[in-house]
């Protein structure tokens, strides 16, 4: 089950959060309901939000595509120098953002220049995340438009 699902047999026992398993390795289609909420890669599409109950791919602008319509592999990072200065780990997911006083934040977008001009240092606020310049993400979007990783990750 955990090969077939792409996460570990501790995950599955419940002895701990993480449902890493490998992220070099690619998510089998039929693994994919087992990410519902979570961002996943494409080096085809960039970051997607899976919606397993509606079996959809939602991009950062908002459309979808069905799980069927998927061209080229999906992981849960993207591999390395897929980006420009891609952050290290895994993202946080919205639980763990909350639980942070600051984070690194990522945007997902295919347009380069935007990620760069707006990722960076964000501190966490009750609804939103702002950095130093007022630029804010609110946290009901995370997944769809933005990403945030821990303190100690450097990008």
Same mark, same amino acid.
């Given at each position: ?6 996460? =570990? ?13 490998? =992220? ?8 994919? !309901? /087992? ?7 494409? /080096? ?15 991009? &950062? ?16 990072? /993207? ?6 200065? &891609? ?19 990522? !945007?997902?977008?295919?347009? =380069? ?37 821990? &303190?100690?990750?450097?990008?």
């Amino acid at each position: 089950m955990a090969d077939l699902y792409g996460v =570990s047999s501790d995950f599955l026992l419940g002895r701990c959060e993480s449902h890493i398993q490998d =992220s070099s390795l690619p998510i089998s289609l039929q693994s994919l !309901p /087992a990410f519902h909420g979570r961002p996943v890669w494409s /080096a085809t599409y960039g970051w997607l939000l899976v919606n397993a109950a509606d079996r959809l791919l939602t991009f &950062p602008d908002g459309h979808t595509l069905p799980f069927m319509d998927i061209v080229g592999e999906l992981f849960i990072s /993207a591999p390395p120098f897929s980006e420009a200065e &891609p952050p290290n780990g895994q993202p946080l997911s919205r639980s763990e953002v909350n639980r942070q006083k600051e984070i690194w934040l990522e !945007p997902i977008s295919p347009d =380069s220049d935007l990620r760069k001009e707006l990722q960076g240092w964000y501190r966490v606020k009750d609804r939103f995340v702002e950095n130093e310049y007022g630029n804010r993400f609110y946290l009901d979007t995370y997944g769809s438009k933005w990403l945030a990783f821990t &303190p100690e990750t450097e990008a």
